[in-house]
């Protein structure tokens, strides 16, 4: 079993340094697909209200479990608060349906998804409610991140969550939040790949203390079937030359060295596959050790391209978030 190396996080507990992640992980896959990353070793989790499979993912824990694998409290599950759950009050009762989704009574991470308050939707109406309230109808609520942050605290005061943290924040925000927050947040999880670096956002949580977690750490691949065109007109980071070169030098695959250049940096990844070979693969990318000289020669591929931005889903006018 690949011995993954874990993080402290400013809330005391440690977290994993490699992860699974949920996003598009389909529902008729999803049990079978979380059971087969525990059996492959994966002990943290990465979901979401908005990834739709929280009830299967959480039958393949309880499967694992079951069957003696681990034990809960050997998982790390991380759950996100959708945009429409913003309000203060909406905040616990949203939780404690993703805890009962996921059949277990405790989150280890509780992140916001994104900066962005939604009105409500009842989840007896749509659920996850995604970005529009209707048709293609984007309606903002008057939440503010204090608000829903306090009651974030509340939740760990409450015991539904261990840690809490922020998703898709830049430096402003993150600023203005250390000013009020009475806990701070304990991870930051960013889209991050050779294409996206964001090493200033990267400094900044150092110096807070605040743990970062790459998403999307294969860049573009994640991208391709939103037919987005500036996905599909880059290189796939695994089949760039330079990243190919640095890998059959260190006889490993390009999958992997990209996940060392971040893991080696310091941060978390929670990479996704449902392909059993390449779970375990990402998994053991911790098994080596690349050069500073490499490292520095992949960060150097950096081009400020993100590619999980709401222009993918809707027009920039009706919301932006970065920049
Ligand atoms: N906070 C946020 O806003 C946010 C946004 C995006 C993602 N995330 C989280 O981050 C996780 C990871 O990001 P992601 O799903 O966008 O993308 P990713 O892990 O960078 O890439 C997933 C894609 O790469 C393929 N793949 C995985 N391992 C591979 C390997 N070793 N070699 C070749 N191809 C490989 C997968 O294919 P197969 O599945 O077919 O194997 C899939 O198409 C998500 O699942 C989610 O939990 C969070």
Not at 81 to 104: C, S
Not at 133 to 149: C, H, L, M, N, V
Not at 244 to 249: L, Y
Not at 260 to 269: D, E, F, H, M
Request: net charge negative; charged share 20%; hydrophobic share 40%.
């Amino acid at each position: 079993m690949v011995q993954v190396p874990s993080i402290k996080l400013s809330s005391g507990y440690d977290m994993p340094q490699v992860g699974f992640g949920l996003w598009k992980v389909d529902n008729a896959i999803a049990a079978k697909t979380v059971y087969e990353a525990i059996k492959a070793g994966y002990r943290l989790f990465d979901g979401a209200c908005d990834y739709g499979n929280e009830v299967e993912c959480g039958q393949g824990v309880a499967q694992a479990i079951k069957e003696g694998i681990v034990t809960r409290e050997e998982l790390f599950i991380v759950s996100k608060l959708w945009n429409t759950f913003h309000d203060g009050e909406r905040v616990e009762p949203i939780v404690k349906k993703q805890l009962a989704d996921w059949g277990v009574d405790y989150f280890d991470l509780y992140l916001i998804h994104f900066p962005v308050a939604l009105e409500y939707v009842d989840p007896s109406v749509r659920y996850p409610p995604g970005w529009h309230y209707e048709g293609d109808e984007i309606r903002p609520s008057k939440a503010t991140i204090q608000e829903t942050w306090t009651a974030f605290e509340s939740l760990v005061a409450k015991g539904h969550a261990r840690s809490i943290g922020i998703s898709n924040f830049q430096a402003q925000l993150i600023y203005d939040l250390l000013r009020y927050a009475k806990i701070r947040p304990a991870t930051l999880q960013i889209e991050h790949h050779p294409y996206l670096v964001q090493q200033e956002l990267l400094n900044l949580a150092k110096r807070e203390g605040i743990a970062v977690t790459a998403y999307s750490s294969f860049g573009p691949a994640s991208f391709l079937e939103f037919n987005m065109s500036h996905a599909s007109k880059l290189t796939p980071l695994i089949e760039d030359d330079g990243i190919k070169a640095i890998a059959a030098k260190y006889n490993k695959d390009a999958s992997q060295v990209l996940l060392r250049w971040a893991t080696q940096r310091g941060l978390a990844i929670i990479p996704k596959s449902t392909r059993v070979s390449l779970m375990v693969s990402n998994l053991s990318s911790v098994e080596f050790d690349l050069s500073e000289k490499d490292i520095a020669t992949i960060s150097a591929l950096d081009r400020g391209i993100r590619f999980n931005q709401p222009s993918n889903y809707f027009p920039t006018e009706l919301l932006w978030i970065f920049g």
